[in-house]
T-cell receptor, first 111, second 109 residues
Framework: DSGVTQTPKHLITATGQRVTLRCSPR?????VYWYQQSLDQGLQFLIH???????AKGNILERFSAQQFPDLHSELNLSSLELGDSALYFC??????????FGPGTRLTVT | KNEVEQSPQNLTAQEGEFITINCSYS?????LHWLQQHPGGGIVSLFM???GKKKHGRLIATINIQEKHSSLHITASHPRDSAVYIC???????????FGAGTRLTVKP
């Protein structure tokens, strides 16, 4: 158990909907990364926040956005969902930008 | 061509064997991670390297920055080492990340 929590564990929703995934870091962790893992594309980096500020953006679609709040938890918002957005979404947190303690992931199924 | 290439894609070993998984990358990096993903889906970062060599138990990771290559070694492999091992690099001009496709390791008793 890394100490990083993600909610919900599973989410089933319909195309066109909007969902919010939550990541709660370990105590003291300032850095949070979001990743998408789909069957056909493997792991992809979405976005990185450090102490509330966006530090790097990867392959994140315009329909997706993220925030890191003052209490350092983070949320990933996915809107206008498509079938291809079905994937495992992981966050990873750490005290510095190079540490990666992964949460258990949220499995999103878009039907 | 993928910026991060791992080999082999699949590896089957007998318990006790020495295992090597390789990662080559074509971009400038500030750090490299070796990740382990178990069949249940959970991911653990085994090592973060920016130079040299690190060891943790039966696992050893090395990186050669000049040659843009890293290796993960497992000594005295055990069935519980069966997992997918993923190489991930942090690109040094923009902190973007790239991942290898993973190496699926199966260790048979």
């Amino acid at each position: 158990d890394s100490g990083v929590t993600q909610t919900p564990k599973h989410l089933i929703t319909a195309t066109g909907q909007r969902v919010t995934l939550r990541c709660s870091p370990r105590s003291g962790d300032l850095s949070v990364y979001w990743y998408q893992q789909s069957l056909d594309q493997g792991l992809q980096f979405l976005i990185h926040y450090y102490n509330g500020e966006e530090r790097a953006k990867g392959n994140i679609l315009e329909r997706f956005s993220a925030q890191q709040f003052p209490d350092l938890h983070s949320e990933l918002n996915l809107s206008s969902l498509e079938l291809g957005d079905s994937a495992l979404y992981f966050c990873a947190t750490g005290q510095n930008p190079y540490e990666q303690y992964f949460g258990p992931g949220t499995r999103l199924t878009v039907t | 061509k993928n910026e991060v290439e791992q080999s082999p894609q699949n590896l089957t070993a007998q318990e006790g064997e020495f295992i090597t998984i390789n990662c080559s990358y074509s971009v400038g990096i500030s750090a490299l991670h070796w990740l382990q993903q178990h069949p249940g889906g959970g991911i653990v970062s085994l090592f973060m390297l920016s130079s040299g060599k690190k060891k943790h138990g039966r696992l050893i990771a090395t990186i050669n920055i000049q040659e843009k290559h890293s290796s993960l070694h497992i000594t005295a492999s055990h069935p519980r080492d069966s997992a997918v091992y993923i190489c991930a690099v942090i690109i040094n001009n923009n902190n973007d990340m790239r991942f290898g496709a993973g190496t699926r390791l199966t260790v048979k008793p």
